[in-house]
Each structure stands twice: as C-alpha cells, then as structure tokens.
C-alpha cells in the first residue's frame, strides 16, 4: 500500500522503537511486512528526515534509532523553514489564532516544528489531520504570525 510519506515516516518511527534494524534493506523488508511499499532510497530519506541515527545496541550491533529532542531543545529556524515550505498549503487568522492547512495526515509534522521552534510568539498548537491551530501569544496576535509562518513556509 502507498501512503503519504508523513504516515510511512511514523511508521518507521514505530518500526524503530519494536525492532532492533540495522540495516535499510531491513527495514524496507520491516515495512513490506506491515503491508508498507518502499524503496530502499526512500527509506534513505525518510531516515535521514525524521533524523535516525545508527547507535550501539547491548551486543554491540549497530542499529537505527530516532533519538528523543528534548522539549527545551530548539530546532533550527532552517529546519523549520524546511517543513513550513513542505507541507504548509493555507495560512488564515483570528484575532490570537492561526489555522494552517496541510495535506491530509501532516499537521502533527507541522505543529511539531512549531512547538520545537521556540517561537516567542507561539504560545501552542493543537493538530488534526489536516489543519492545526497554533495560539499566538497576545502582545504579537494572530495576523503578526500569520505573517510570520506563511513568510517561513514561502507564501
């Protein structure tokens, strides 16, 4: 079955935490299995993107794992910049509120960037499946961001 590559990317991200994978052909067969089609340049990809690293797992075999971003760790603006021009299709306002739409199954990546971002602006998100909320703090409101996310996502 093909998916979006927001859904086979937490898909890997679930295969990684039940399955020791060390190798890209393993996980492509991983996948396969849970009725998932891939190519071993996609999974590539998809690693390098949802940022799975080879660690030592007890025995000293090297396996694939995505590593915990602490919440007062800050991603880098270009990262979000990245996922903002990816998956962001509609940016819209209301007073401390802005609604983003995304294509179906990609809000959770686009709140995720957002809450991880750091924005002083951002006072939360709240994600469907295809649209979020992000709460503008109230001394800049929801026109200001707006602004601000559409002009980081290339609008």
Known sequence: MRMSRAARQHRIEQILERHQVSSQAQLVELL???GVEATQATVSRDLEEIGAVKVRAAGGESIYAVPDLPKDRVAPEEHLR???GDWVVEVGFSANLVVVRTPPG???VVASALDRAGLTEVLGTVAGDDTL???ATEHVGGAALANRISALAGL
């Open 32 to 34: 396969a299995e849970s």
């Open 82 to 84: 990245r996922v903002l």
């Open 106 to 108: 990609s809000a959770h």
């Open 133 to 135: 909320m992000v709460i």
